[in-house]
């Protein structure tokens, strides 16, 4: 089935934003991307130039503007065609791109109109997101293109038609506008994350003061199943030695306090406590699944995953 992809831009070079780094992510997620530029005179409507899977359309009032009703015009013989959008600071990571395709077939066989990927809302910066009840805890991304039931102004759809994917946003808007004095949010609804960004933000997280390359721990014991994680991803932990214990009593006492414990018992909850929620603090937020569950512990004891 094709993917869309559509960004709209205005005045983005001037307000800093990560633009060039979310068109290219919708580049590697898609059949084609669609640009719409407003004119400006930051030099944004001259950012890109028209190539095989990207084309620039420009556009002078908000009144010349109708994004749907472009593509739709477009695909109008592609009648399973899908749209992905993303604002200018949003990027994807290319490791979601399968998990991506999968979720589409998925969403298809059942019927779903859109696609809500979950949102990392950075803030402090890269190593922290806002898990606080203000922040959004998923958003739609993805939707059919001829859908109905799709209201792009209020970004909802009937919520039994929605598949609810873990497919991450990578949200920079709240590093951007730090220095603006947007709202602080308090400590202890900030989450440690030391999992890895989008490589196309490398430049964009050194000039943050981010870490790129973690160093690796010596060694680190978790409490869970090897088989419920790919190699892969096992293979990412910056950890020389990975030790899977299947109770807290196969590990040493003195290591017992840096062990990362999946499913706590409620005894371990008390004693071993872990400042990880089980998902962000809005009402609708989804629980982590365990892998991010392992990322976001891992982190919370300094353990960096590339």
Request: aromatic share 10%.
């Amino acid at each position: 089935m094709k993917v869309y992809a559509f960004s709209h831009l205005d005045n983005a070079i001037k307000d800093n934003t990560s633009f060039r780094e979310s068109v290219a992510s919708l580049v590697s997620m898609s059949d084609m991307v669609h640009v719409f530029i407003k004119k400006s005179i930051d030099g944004t409507s001259n950012a890109f130039e028209e190539s095989e899977n990207l084309h620039i359309h420009h556009y002078e009032t908000t009144e010349q503007l109708n994004i749907l009703q472009s593509l739709r015009e477009q695909c109008e013989n592609i009648p399973d065609a899908w749209a992905i959008y993303l604002e200018p600071d949003e990027v994807l990571h290319p490791e979601d791109g399968e998990l991506l395709r999968e979720d589409l077939k998925r969403a298809s066989e059942l019927h779903c109109e859109a696609i809500s990927f979950r949102n990392l809302n950075f803030t402090k910066d890269p190593h922290h997101i806002d898990v606080s009840k203000k922040a959004v805890a998923h958003s739609i991304r993805l939707f059919r293109l001829g859908s109905s039931d799709f209201y792009r102004s209020e970004e909802k759809v009937i919520e039994a038609k929605v598949y609810y994917s873990e497919v991450k946003i990578f949200n920079y808007k709240n590093l951007r506008k730090e220095k603006e004095g947007i709202e602080s949010i308090p400590s202890n609804r900030l989450l440690r994350y030391l999992g890895s960004h989008p490589p196309i933000m490398k430049r964009r997280v050194e000039n943050w003061n981010g870490v790129w390359n973690w160093i690796d721990t010596a060694k680190v014991y978790i409490l869970g199943e090897r088989r419920d994680f790919e190699d892969d991803f096992i293979k990412r932990i910056k950890a020389k030695k990975i030790v899977w214990a299947g109770s807290i009593v196969d590990i040493p006492p003195e290591d017992r306090p840096k062990a990362i414990i999946l499913k706590p018992t409620p005894f371990q909850k008390i004693f071993r406590r872990s400042v990880v929620p089980s998902k962000m603090g809005d009402s609708k937020a989804h629980r982590w699944n365990l892998e991010f569950m392992l990322i976001l512990k891992l982190s919370e004891k300094g353990i960096g995953i590339s």
